[in-house]
């Protein structure tokens, strides 16, 4: 799978559909995950959704799709990452919707830089201080402002020491990109001057009926 992927950059061309972007933004992306579509629709789909596998489900025995999600998340990353960018940059996961202290606080992404940079930095420098509704989970009205997760992001000074050269920030998807704002905000007010750049496992995209529907997608 590997051979045949690669990371795109978010550019001029497909920024209008991530609404919270900047052109400014180094962006990269390896796949695309069909918003309003189930698991069935896509290899891309089915891997999404198994990876946002909660887990209070870890007792079923479906969760190893879970694990083997995570798995080929690293995998896929670490074979398209630039090597050289790696070894200096300091990974830093984007944190669960949920507190740590919550039955469904996920690190799958924390396992995932892991992967990406098993001997490299990956250090989770922002915690999130109260649990929120999950972005693929929220319905209409209810999704997550920049506003929102600047008021739950705190810097971890433990582990802001040393001042990272390089700044990856990690997540799965990329939906509009208030997650990215957010994080890339703190960390750039926390380290001024030093590159940030975005490595997302899939972009969010909408089926061709609701690109072509004269009232557009609906967002949810």
Known sequence: MANEIRLTKIDATNIGEHSHL?????????????????????KTNSLISNLKKKPSTAHTPAYKYKRQAIRECGDALRATTNPDWLSAATLVPVPCSKAADHPDFD????????????????????????SMTAAHEAGSGERITIEELLAAYRVDETL?????KSIGIVDDVLTSGTHFRAMSTVLANRFPGVPIVGLFIARRVFPEEERLSPFGPIEF
């Open 22 to 42: 900047l052109l400014s933004d180094e962006c990269y992306f390896l796949f695309e995950y069909t918003s309003h579509k189930n698991y069935t629709f896509s």
């Open 107 to 130: 690190d799958r992404i924390v396992q995932i830089c892991r992967l990406l940079s098993p001997i490299g930095d990956v250090r989770s420098i922002i915690r999130q201080t109260a």
């Open 160 to 164: 802001a020491v040393p001042a990272p």
